[in-house]
């Protein structure tokens, strides 16, 4: 029987919310556009806006953090495939791939152990962060196809005052499109390297009552590298280091979004099947058996509406469902004796619901106050481990937090706002609060020139995979985890240089505590997390970004991060210098256009002592927005010319050093009717 716990402190806060929700449902003015849909929210002049840093729409110059914006259009012409490519773009961030899943990394930060946990993902502002792993899948396993991204907002720094636990590193939000971005059936099929096929059929359409439908299904399917190298099983018995036909992957999506009036429904299905390359936690290497499975399904339902007294009302009820299951094959047979091959079962399942309520009010000119509260129940966190010889974790617990916030604005001249915010968070897994700050001062002394210094911390609870998860085999039980925090300073210029260029340059400071990381017991060689000592990140980031009328755009920017521990020792997988350059070049009429990409990442320390190599990738698009009456076509070129470059590996892996993909090909084609 699964119990339900409610503190009376959130009865109390939802009671408050429906006082002032009733009123708004009773005297609401007609529908308002979403503020965070379309083109024609985003922009305030020529300025762009943003949602995500404030939970309200407002300018990227007002906000208070380091913003990127990417939209649906330039996904298109670069060609990105995952959330993962799109985010490899953006300043300050890094990935890293074990040919199980991408990782990310920001400002340095890419912590052994960590899947995805310190960076929320949300779609359309729904959380996606799990609940036994905190994780949140961004490569092919992502539960929303990137074709139906309208645009992607990324938030740099601890969001904790308004975000909660997750949002440690910073906040991306994924945006999906309507249906009337669609306005009708649209059928994509692509082809790539690795026998790679995808498939997607959509239908999107805005009624004359108002009713806006979007569904989607999706599918794709890669036999992935036929044979990856790894020097570290070069032995006979081990096919000579060849891992051969065990780098599939798998992936069906399903998306529905209906929107009528103040009301917008979301549903999403997602599973995910990968294949294991790397025999990772000592298993039998170039098996076919071990493999990883995941799914995530989640249905939300908001409300908004814009008061006839000036209070813009949100709340959100959702509920969603996750699992995951890894076979895992090992060799029991003690040396001398015949194989002794078993598959181990790793088993995970949650399901959580939760509610939000926002309300937002422009007291004044220069005034704009918003509070809200969430609540997140965590139903189901099961862990199950076994394999035919015992049982050795069978964990199922629950639990629950709460939390309020409130952000002021205040604009005390023309040239002058100050940003507050504050959250208070409550877990019952820790039975622990946490109390978390923002403090934002910006200044525009000239009409064209932004000045930010800013402030923030965050506060992240162990999540149930770091407290509870052992197997008897490679890994133990953790023992009094501490949840860690990070404080952030920062200080940011924006630039205008002329209407088509301007500039941002940013200095910031990382320190965190109590840090969670997994780390190899010497005394049992066992994997363990635990909480390490301080360690501070000293960066800066420095971004020219240029736009002309003629479809002509681009960015270039160079990134200097010191990832150290308490010691001044450099932190593993943490790159020092990132320069990232990115160019769209449209033919006269638009029609074609050519996307480069080329990302530079200097050598990263890995767990042996030893450096990769730096390395720059650079990826080309070829893109025709109209090839027949109603087709698109791309071709895009990954890794144009052939490099190796290989990323750390993790405390899980033999290998020190895991290869990335060499040169890759795709071809795509859209059609709309």
């Known amino acids: 029987m699964r119990e339900y716990k409610i503190s009376y402190r959130v009865v109390a806060a939802s009671l408050i919310t429906l006082f002032y929700m009733i009123p708004s449902m009773a005297e609401s003015e007609p529908p308002v556009l979403d503020t965070i849909q379309g083109e024609e929210a985003m922009l305030f002049g020529d300025i762009p806006s943003v949602f995500t840093a404030s939970k309200y729409e407002q300018k990227i110059t007002d906000a208070p953090a380091r913003i ?121 099929v692509s082809a790539e390297s690795h026998n790679g096929k995808q498939g997607r059929l959509t239908y999107g359409m805005r009624y004359d009552n108002e009713l806006e439908i979007l569904i989607s299904a999706s599918g794709y399917d890669s036999k992935g590298n036929d044979q990856l190298y790894y020097p570290e099983f070069d032995d006979p018995t081990t096919n000579n280091g060849v891992a051969q036909d065990v780098d599939d992957a798998n992936n069906k999506n399903l998306f529905a979004k209906f929107i009528y009036g103040n009301f917008t429904l979301t549903a999403a299905y997602d599973e995910y099947e990968k294949g294991v390359p790397t025999a990772s936690y000592g298993t039998i290497f170039n098996n076919s058996h071990t493999r990883t499975w995941e799914g995530h399904s989640y249905i939300d339902l908001k409300y908004q509406t814009l008061m006839s007294n000036g209070v813009d009302v949100t709340a959100r009820l959702f509920y969603d469902d996750y699992w995951y299951e890894g076979n895992w094959t090992y060799d029991y047979a003690l040396p001398g004796d015949p194989p002794d091959e ?58 629950y937090t709460w939390a309020s916030f409130l952000q002021d604005e205040l604009r005390l001249t023309d040239e002058l706002i100050i940003n507050l915010g504050l959250r208070y968070d409550y877990f019952s897994s820790v039975n622990k609060n946490s109390t978390n700050p923002r403090l934002a001062v910006i200044w525009s002394p000239y009409t064209e020139t932004n000045l930010k210094l800013l402030y923030g911390s965050a506060f992240r609870a162990p999540n149930p995979y770091e407290v509870y ?26 630039q205008g240089l002329d209407n088509h260029l301007n500039i941002v340059a940013s200095l910031y400071r990382n320190n965190i505590e109590n840090m969670i990381v997994l780390v190899t017991d010497p005394a049992d060689n066992l994997l363990v997390f635990v909480n390490k000592n301080e360690a501070h990140v000293i960066g ?109 590996g993790g405390e899980e892996h033999t290998q020190d050093q895991i290869e990335q993909d060499e040169r890759s090909f795709r071809i795509k084609f859209d059609y709309t009717f």
């Open 68 to 188: 990127s914006i990417i939209t649906g259009d330039e996904i298109q012409r670069y060609g990105h495939r995952t959330l993962v490519e799109i985010l490899n773009t953006i300043p300050g961030f890094q990935s890293t791939n074990d040919r199980n899943y991408s990782l990310i990394g920001n400002r340095g930060l890419n912590i052994q152990g960590d899947y995805n946990a310190r960076i929320l993902i949300l779609i359309d502002g729904h959380r996606v962060n799990e609940n036994i792993f905190d994780s949140a899948v961004v490569d092919r396993g992502m539960i929303v196809n990137v074709d139906l991204i309208d645009r992607v907002e990324v938030v740099r720094g601890p969001a904790s005052s308004l975000y909660g636990s997750s949002a440690f590193f910073g906040v991306v939000n994924v945006i999906t499109k309507r249906g009337r971005d669609t306005q009708g059936t649209e059928f994509s």
């Open 540 to 648: 800066s980031e420095v971004e020219l970004h240029g736009h002309w009328d003629n479809g002509w755009k681009g960015s270039i920017s160079f990134c200097n991060q010191q990832a150290e521990d308490s010691v001044g020792v450099q932190l593993i997988n943490s790159p020092r210098n990132l320069y990232k350059f990115n160019l769209i070049a449209p033919t006269v009429d638009d029609s074609f256009s050519t996307g480069i990409e080329l990302q530079y990442e200097s050598g990263r320390k890995t767990l042996d002592g030893n450096k990769t190599d730096s390395h720059i990738i650079t990826n080309l698009t070829v893109f025709n927005k109209q090839w027949l009456k109603e087709m698109r076509l791309s071709a895009s070129i990954y890794n144009l010319f052939d490099k190796r470059y290989s990323h750390p």
């Open 469 to 494: 998860y052992q197997d008897g085999n490679t890994q133990k039980r953790s023992i009094s985890l501490e949840p860690e925090t990070i404080k952030t300073y920062e200080l940011i210029l924006e």
């Open 342 to 399: 078993v598959i181990f079962n790793d088993k995970t399942n949650g399901d959580w619901w939760g509610t939000e309520a926002q309300l937002s009010k422009e007291i004044s000119e220069q005034h704009y106050l918003t509070m809200g509260f969430e609540y997140r129940n965590s139903l189901y966190e099961k862990q199950h481990q076994f394999d035919i010889y015992g049982v050795y974790l069978d964990s199922n617990t629950d639990n």
